[in-house]
């Protein structure tokens, strides 16, 4: 039986019908509960593989091509103007480390790990988990650590951003990008877009869906203080649809991620 409570605050959730009605998964096992406390959509099984699924979310957006490599630049250098001399940096969620490897090529002192096995694991690339014990390189915690589109595939974020804050030095930035859900609106403007003209998306197996406050309060839920939290407009080259709803949400404030800069509090 799923977990009927928030991962993040405990308190009871009820199924988001619409967002539901969105996704195509009314009634299922995998179906979307939303916190009445903190507004955090999330659900507690992924579907499975072969289901056959519908939904429209932000498309290949790992896939690495012109603009996403457009977007990983402008990321390194906010972290190059973050990181003191010598200060140590670590991508959390590396996958195959092509980040971690141009920040090294670029001559930072970075670091990646990934919760699952990766081929060409050395030793800047590390299959760790760190909800499980704090991640240090000779002792020495991290001046800034880089959580890309991560979050919303995480089942347990409270453990797992613990474990970052472990991992952080006292006066260290954690950087957090995730996907904007700006729920009601993002779902009625899918709807009227067309949310069969894009099935295959990374959107199905992420387990929590965010806005601007759930994410600030799961940051701040650990002991985080969030300094700067923004949505800018990322351009994924994703065909004409996409891009309308990318430029629309552009137009009302809202870009289609969510970006946090976040310290440890009190400090
Ligand atoms: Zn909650």
Redo the contacts with the bound molecule.
């Keep these: 039986m799923p977990d009927q ?7 009871a ?1 009820k199924e988001d019908l619409k967002f539901n009605q969105f996704l195509g998964t009314e009634g299922t096992d995998h179906r979307c509960r939303i ?6 959509i ?1 659900r507690s099984l992924l579907p499975a593989p072969d289901e056959p699924t519908e939904g429209l979310l932000y498309g290949e957006y790992t896939a690495g091509d012109n603009s996403a490599n457009r977007r990983s630049l402008m990321r390194l250098d906010l972290i190059r103007q973050l990181l003191p001399e010598n200060g140590l940096m670590l991508d959390v969620g590396a996958g195959s480390g092509a980040f971690v490897k141009e920040a090294r090529h670029q001559g930072l002192s970075a670091y990646g790990i990934e919760m699952l096995p990766q081929d060409g694991v050395c030793e800047w690339l590390v299959n760790h988990d760190i909800s499980k014990a704090p991640f240090l390189i000779d002792g020495r915690t991290f001046e800034v650590i880089n959580l890309n589109h991560v979050l919303e595939h995480v089942s347990d974020p409270i453990p797992f951003l613990k474990g970052i804050l472990a991992s952080l030095s006292d006066s260290g930035t954690l950087i957090v990008e995730v996907p904007n859900e700006v729920r009601a609106l993002s779902i009625r403007i899918k709807q009227v877009l067309g949310k069969k003209s894009n099935s295959k998306t990374a959107f199905l197996d992420h387990r929590l869906f965010f806005e601007r406050r ?1 994410l600030i ?2 940051l701040e839920k650990v002991g985080f203080q969030v300094i700067k939290a923004s949505t800018p407009r990322v351009c994924y080259r994703n065909g004409f649809i996409h891009e309308s709803f990318d430029q629309f949400q552009s137009l009302i404030g809202q870009g289609n991620v969510l970006e946090i800069l976040a310290r440890k509090h009190n400090l």
Aim: glycine share 6%; hydrophobic share 20%; aromatic share 0%.
């Design positions: 409570s928030c991962c993040v605050c405990q308190n959730l916190c009445i406390h903190c507004g955090l999330q759930s309060n799961c």
